[in-house]
């Protein structure tokens, strides 16, 4: 297992500490899982995003109105 | 012909004209529903009195001449992610038993409005989170996966049990189970069809639309919903006619052709057919044009990143509730999606930012990219992985999403066409990508493909 998984114990307390306690009998799937998920989105390290933003933003002032059924 | 077995246009012409009752359609599906749905079970609910009693009004309503255009009278479900007023919207789950909506959804609200008669809820793979849909069956095989998360809802409009339905499309839970099923499906551009009142999966890659017969069908359903709700924060001001015009011309159309990652770990039937289909669109006048997909190395890790952390928040009160009332696989995604940095998902939105404008730049050199919808057909029920010829395994649910989560990502449309089926007689998809608010043109060359094409038969069952 390389450096930057998580252990059984690790992934219960990350999981804690977000506030969702997981019965004992979970901490391994739950391990295993969040390192599949972590090895798939770490390849976004790579990027050098310099000034890019988020595309997650919102207009202010949106027009306020009801739904046209 | 029977009425279940006509197309949303066909049965709307004779519905204008008197030719058929909407009286006639609705027990005619309702009919085939009670013959065929035992062994596809695509339903969670079906309300055949008010189904029976809005057909009896539209009768009357047709009769006197108050025409409310060509959803009136036409039997439709619902993917039961969609808020319909006094009925539990179930996500297929266990968790949402108690579950009743008090108020329509914007869709189902719009649907009403146009006339169209609700059949009732189709399946999803719970909560929409996976690819499958368990619990319905292939309407070509029902041996294998109806594919999701709208597998209910491809799964009835391609038996006859529902002549349209609605569903929802995260990571390709439209075009997929549309693709599976040998009927068409189309993911409108982002914030075009409002959300409000439909369970979220993934807010910022969320996007409702059609599942149809034909090509000309999703364009009718399309422009009963499009238009602008101010309660769905991505709401465009946008709506339209769109439905296309008869001709079959293509010439100034240029279509993009992937060089790379669209026919990449592609099944050799599924790519055949998907270039034959582009051969025949530029049969009709289209130019192809070699394009290169950018930054393919990170479309899943910016799907992901999006939507793993953005489920896991919409479901944060009913995961530390209610845990073991998920099923297996959504209840280890939801758990492990909170051990998911923050930094990560805001490089998702960042990477997003930047694939958009990548996109924008490919999208200015061609009008459509055409593309296989999914690269494999329907699998077994319970197969877990593809393997392809150079000795790659991918999940199942990954390769069904792969080809198409860079739609969801850049929010740009994109229309599953049926085109043609595999030797083991499963159907296979070829999907349209436009310009964001380029459904016109998706819906004119796809409609223009189709009537090169012999009429589809309804799934036999």
Not at chain 1, 7 to 27: F, I, K, S, V, Y
Not at chain 2, 194 to 207: A, C, E, I, Q
Request: aromatic residues 4%.
């Amino acid at each position: 297992m390389s450096a930057d998984e998580l252990t059984p114990p690790e992934a219960a307390r990350w999981a804690a500490r977000a506030g969702l306690p997981l019965p004992a009998d979970r901490h391994a799937a739950v391990a295993a899982t969040a390192d599949h998920i972590h090895s798939v989105v770490a390849v976004l390290r790579e990027l050098d995003f310099g000034d890019t933003p988020p595309a997650a933003a919102y207009r202010a002032g949106e027009e306020k109105r009801d739904a046209a059924v | 012909m029977q009425p279940y077995e006509l197309s949303l246009t066909a049965a709307s012409e004779a519905i204008r004209t008197r030719k058929l009752s909407p009286v006639e359609l609705v027990d005619s599906v309702l009919d085939r529903l009670a013959k065929v749905e035992p062994q596809l079970e695509a339903y969670v609910t079906v309300t055949p009195e008010q189904a029976r009693r809005a057909a009896r009004e539209a009768e009357r309503d047709v009769a006197a001449g108050r025409l409310r255009g060509p959803l009136q009278g036409i039997p439709m479900g619902l993917k039961d992610l969609i808020d319909v007023a006094g009925a539990a919207t179930t996500a297929s789950s266990r968790v949402r038993a108690d579950h009743r909506a008090d108020t329509d959804s914007t869709v189902a609200a719009r649907l009403a409005a146009a006339g169209a008669i609700l059949i009732g809820k189709t399946h999803t793979h719970e909560f929409a989170y996976g690819l499958t849909t368990p619990q319905t069956h292939n309407a070509r095989d029902r041996d294998r996966v109806a594919g999701g998360s709208s597998g209910g809802s491809a799964v009835a409009v391609a038996a006859g049990t529902a002549t349209f339905a609605l569903g929802t499309d995260t990571g390709g839970s439209i075009r997929v189970p549309s693709a599976l099923n040998g009927v068409v499906g189309l993911k409108p551009t982002y914030g075009l069809v409002p959300r409000h009142g439909v369970t979220s999966l993934s807010w910022s890659l969320d996007h409702v639309g059609p599942i149809t017969r034909t090509v000309e069908d999703a364009a009718l359903v399309l422009a009963a919903l499009a238009g602008h709700d101010p309660r769905d924060p991505a709401s465009l001001a946008t709506s339209g006619d769109y439905r296309p015009g008869a001709g079959t011309d293509l010439t100034g159309l240029r279509v993009g052709v992937p060089r790379n990652y669209y026919f990449d770990h592609v099944d050799p039937e599924v790519e055949a057919a998907v270039r034959r289909a582009i051969d025949t669109l530029e049969s009709l006048g289209a130019r192809l044009v070699e394009v290169e997909i950018p930054m393919t190395r990170y479309i899943q890790a910016t799907q992901w990143g999006l939507m793993v952390p953005e489920a896991t928040a919409y479901h944060e009160r009913t995961l530390r509730a209610v845990p073991e009332l998920y099923q297996a696989d959504v209840r280890i995604l939801l758990e492990a999606g909170e051990l998911m940095p923050a930094g990560d998902y805001v490089r998702a939105q960042r990477a997003r930012t930047l694939m958009r404008q990548a996109w924008a730049r490919l999208l200015d050199d061609v009008d459509v990219i055409a593309a296989p919808t999914v690269p494999v057909t329907a699998v077994k029920a319970g197969q877990d992985t593809v393997t392809w010829s150079d000795g790659t395994v991918e999940g199942v649910a990954d390769a069904y999403v792969r080809l198409s989560a860079p739609a969801n990502i850049t929010g740009v449309p994109s229309l599953s066409v049926p085109v043609g089926d595999d030797t083991a007689g499963l159907p296979i998809g070829m999907q349209l990508l436009g310009r964001p608010l380029g459904e016109p043109v998706l819906l004119r060359m796809g409609h223009a493909y189709e009537q090169t094409q012999p009429a589809r038969q309804l799934a036999t069952v």
